[in-house]
């Protein structure tokens, strides 16, 4: 079982950068799929990245972050990030934390996570 907190959210301008930091408990933090996803008002919840555990194809990004968001882990420290540049006031949402045990699904799909944090607040600015 894994327990996910976010913190980082933040009010930021447009074109500046956030880093959002996803912290884990557990014992099998490094057997586990990390990812990112956020929710804008008004709007469904949406697929921003996920990194692998171990093997296979290291990152995934919506092609909405491509090139902007950069995600990552810290095996030792339990936790992931979401390291946010060149920010636009489309991408204010609430950004939520995920984590499944690999097991070859859909990284993209929300369905496809057990394990949820509640949520950490970024406003956009123009």
């Known amino acids: 079982q894994v327990h996910l907190v976010e913190s980082g959210g933040g009010l930021v301008q447009a074109g500046g950068s956030l880093r959002l930091s996803c912290a884990a408990s557990g014992r099998t933090f490094s057997s586990y799929v990390m990812a990112w996803f956020r929710q804008g008002p008004g709007k469904e919840r949406e697929f921003v990245a996920a990194i692998m555990s171990w093997s296979g194809i290291n990152t995934v990004y919506a092609d909405s972050v491509k090139g902007r968001f950069t995600i990552s882990r810290d095996n030792a420290k339990n936790t992931a990030s979401l390291q946010m540049n060149s920010l636009k006031p489309e991408d204010t949402a609430v950004y939520y934390c995920?984590?499944?045990?690999?097991?070859?699904?859909?990284?993209?799909?929300?369905?496809?996570?057990?394990?949820w944090g509640q949520g950490t607040q970024v406003t956009v600015s123009s």
């Open positions: 995920a984590a499944q045990r690999d097991y070859g699904m859909d990284y993209t799909t929300e369905t496809a996570y057990a394990y």
